[in-house]
C-alpha cells in the first residue's frame, strides 16, 4: 500500500513540471501524511549522502564513533557492578589504556554540542530576520516534538509490552515488575519530555531512563528557541547573553559541585540528589549545547574560511587532532580516582557532569 503512494502514477510523472506541481497540490492531507512512511523514499533519504555542506559530513562518523564509545562505557559500568575478580578491575581502570572507557560519560556533551551546533547553522542564514513570536515558537516545539514522538512512543510501548516476554528468571522477573510499575504510571512523563524533573527519586519516575537525555535535550532547545530573535541579529550582544548563560550555568556547576562534595568520574554511586540536581538538571547540561551556538556563528560567518584552510592542511589538521586529543584525554586520565585531588576534579567536572 505505501509503495503504490509513494509518488505519482507513471503518465503524471512523464509530463511537465507544472502538471506535477498540480498533481501535488491536489494531494489531500491524508495522502500527504501516509506518504511519511513510504517505506521506499524514507530507505532512499536514509541511505543517501546528502547535498549540503560536505565539510560537515564529518558529524556522520562522529556520531558513530561517540554512540558506541558510549555503549561500550555504558556497558562496562553495568557489568562492574558484579566483578568476580576486583582486585584485577580495580587494577584496570587505574590504566592509561582504560582511560577512554572510564571517560565515556563525557561523550554525551558531543552530541549536545552537535545538537546547538546544528539549530544554529540552520538559523544562522536567517541574519537580521528577528520575526519570531509565540506561534513561531509553538510551531518550533510542535515540529520537533512530532519527529521525536514516533520513535519515542515504539521505544516505550516495547519496553512496556513486549521485552516481558523475552525472557525469565528471579532476577528478570525483578526487572520486569519494576519497568511495569514505572511505565504504568509515568510514560506520559517522557512524553511531555519533564521525565528528569521535579522528583526526589527520578530513576523510580522514568519509565524508560535512558529517555532522561531526549526531555533535557528538548528543554534546552526550548530555551534556545528563544534566544532566535537575539541570535538571528549576531551583534555583540548575542554573544554576550551567550557567555551570561554559560557563566551562570558554571557558577551552578561549580557551587552545588562544591557544597554537595560530588567527586570526579569513576569514583563510585554519590547519592540520588546527583541525578536530580546535577547530572540531568537541563541547566547544568546546557553549556556544551551553548558552545554548540558560538561554533555554528563563527562557522557560517566569513571568519569561519579557516575551516576550510585547516582542512585543505595536512599539518594543520594533524596538529589540530594531536592538540583535540591531547586536551580530551590527558584530564580525563588525571581525573581518574586517587589522581588529582578533589578541587581539580572539581574544576574539571562542574562544566560537564557524567555518570559516576
Not at 584485577?88 to 587505574?94: E, H, I, K, N, S
Not at 539549530?119 to 513570536?133: E, L, M, W
Not at 586517587?338 to 581539580?344: D, I, L, N, V
Request: charged share 15%; hydrophobic share 45%; aromatic share 16%.
Amino acid at each position: 500500500f505505501f509503495l503504490m503512494i509513494r509518488r505519482p502514477p507513471r503518465s503524471t510523472q512523464s509530463r511537465s513540471s507544472a502538471a506535477s506541481d498540480v498533481y501535488k497540490r491536489q494531494q489531500s492531507i491524508t495522502e500527504k501524511i501516509l506518504s511519511c512512511f513510504d517505506t521506499s523514499k524514507n530507505f532512499e533519504r536514509w541511505v543517501s549522502e546528502g547535498r549540503g555542506d560536505e565539510r560537515l559530513r564529518v558529524f556522520n562518523g562522529l556520531r558513530f564513533v561517540l554512540i558506541s564509545w558510549i555503549i561500550i562505557g555504558h556497558q562496562y559500568e553495568n557489568t562492574a557492578m558484579v566483578p568476580r575478580n576486583p582486585s584485577d578491575a580495580d587494577q584496570l581502570t587505574q590504566s592509561v589504556t582504560f582511560t577512554w572507557v572510564m571517560g565515556a560519560g563525557y561523550a554525551v556533551d558531543s552530541f549536545f554540542f552537535m545538537s546547538g551546533f546544528f539549530f544554529a547553522y540552520v538559523i544562522g542564514k536567517r541574519q537580521g530576520d528577528s520575526k519570531f513570536g509565540p506561534k513561531e515558537y509553538g510551531v518550533g516545539f510542535l515540529h520537533r516534538a512530532l519527529r521525536f514522538w514516533p520513535s519515542l512512543i515504539i521505544t516505550i510501548l516495547f519496553m512496556w509490552k513486549i521485552v516481558p516476554f523475552l525472557g525469565q528468571g528471579p532476577v528478570w522477573h525483578r526487572y520486569v515488575a519494576d519497568t511495569l510499575d514505572r511505565c504504568g504510571n509515568n510514560w506520559w512523563r517522557d512524553l511531555l519530555f519533564i521525565n528528569n524533573l521535579g522528583a526526589s527519586e527520578l530513576l523510580d519516575r522514568m519509565c524508560i531512563s535512558w529517555t532522561w537525555y531526549v526531555s533535557c535535550d528538548m528543554q534546552i532547545f526550548l530555551v534556545a528557541l528563544a534566544l532566535i530573535p537575539v541570535l538571528t541579529k549576531r551583534t555583540n550582544f548575542s554573544y554576550y547573553l551567550i557567555y551570561a548563560l554559560l557563566g551562570a550555568s558554571y557558577l551552578y556547576a561549580l557551587i552545588i559541585s562544591y557544597v554537595k562534595g560530588y567527586p570526579g568520574p569513576g569514583t563510585g554511586m554519590i547519592g540520588s540528589d546527583y541525578f536530580q540536581l546535577y547530572y540531568y538538571a537541563p541547566w547544568a547540561r546546557i553549556p556544551p549545547y551553548l558552545l554548540g551556538i558560538l561554533y555554528a556563528i563563527w562557522y557560517v560567518s566569513p571568519k569561519g574560511d579557516i575551516a576550510t584552510r585547516i582542512k585543505d592542511s595536512p599539518v594543520l589538521s594533524a596538529i589540530a587532532m594531536i592538540v583535540g586529543a591531547i586536551l580530551m584525554y590527558i584530564p580525563i586520565h588525571l581525573l581518574m580516582p586517587g589522581h588529582a585531588p578533589f578541587t581539580t576534579c572539581l574544576l574539571y567536572t562542574s562544566p560537564s557532569p557524567r555518570d559516576s
